[in-house]
């Protein structure tokens, strides 16, 4: 029975097992670091202000970027799904090139442009802000790393919407502005949602770009790998371990909410 059960089963078979080799990849560094863990330390590394501090730090950064994305990016995504013009290949090349950048090239590459010394730096010097060593840097930093995340989820999720329903709005007296948020938008929030949890995510785990540009204030990340060449890898460990579930806790719940929605 069960013979003949993998004799046609071969593919499935051999997928699942592919399949479990990369999910065990994944899960074994990440479990194995938790379960090796002294809860005593991890208690006194939660008790740490200056590792507390640093985690809402990342995480109330990326939420700005997130934001900030949300607000520019998605009437990008729209314009990508729905219009056509010369160059829009290369325009979507160019958005997807900070996944493909080294991250701490991109950081030297920020740097270049709102150090305090250059153009965009000097002019927001002028009215208070700086983003060299400052909350403002390490938000850009992330905004810059984790936008093309969010524009192609979006982009997919508006391309997946019938044209012709915006048409139809139209025809009834619709404006453009009407027939995006009444029709559009909300067809394709899950992918919205989905893009945003992603771009969220991978501002969170923002290391090169931030190092360079924002050094201080420290996020958690820059902190982890502080004191690991400060001091070691026992003293880091707690603190990779706490980003990380704090990380699982928040993410898992945020994809949750979104399944819920979606039954």
């Known amino acids: 029975m069960i013979r003949k059960w993998i004799t046609t089963n071969r593919m499935t078979l051999t997928f699942v097992l592919l399949g479990l080799v990369i999910f065990l990849f994944i899960v074994v560094p990440l479990g194995k670091m938790i379960l090796a863990s002294d809860p005593a330390i991890l208690l006194d590394t939660f008790l740490d202000s200056e590792v507390m501090r640093s985690i ?16 520019l990016g998605v009437p990008l995504a729209y314009l990508l799904a729905r219009a056509n013009f010369p160059g829009k290949r290369l325009v979507e090349g160019l958005i997807d090139i900070p996944i493909v950048v080294p991250h701490t090239a991109a950081g030297i590459a920020l740097l ?17 802000i700086q983003f060299v060593d400052s909350m403002a840097g390490i938000v850009i930093a992330m905004l810059f790393v984790s936008i093309p995340f969010l524009i192609d989820s979006a982009k997919e999720g508006f391309r997946k919407v019938d044209v012709r329903l915006e048409k139809v709005a139209r025809s009834l007296g619709a404006s453009p502005w009407q027939a995006f948020f009444r029709i559009s938008l909300p067809l394709a929030w899950r992918s919205i949602v989905a893009g945003n949890i992603m771009m969220w995510a991978r501002g969170i785990s923002e290391f090169g770009a931030v190092l360079i540009l924002a050094y201080h204030p420290m996020i958690a990340p820059v902190l982890v790998y502080e004191r690991f060449e400060t001091y070691g890898l026992d003293y880091a460990r707690p603190v990779a371990v706490l980003l990380i579930m704090v990380c699982l806790i928040v993410f898992i719940a945020l994809r949750m909410l979104v399944y819920q929605k979606e039954k």
């Open 112 to 128: 270049f442009v709102f150090g305090r010394n250059f153009m965009v730096g000097k002019a927001f010097g002028a009215i208070g």
């Open 56 to 71: 809402w730090l990342t995480l109330y950064a990326a939420l700005i970027a997130t934001a900030v994305g949300c607000l």
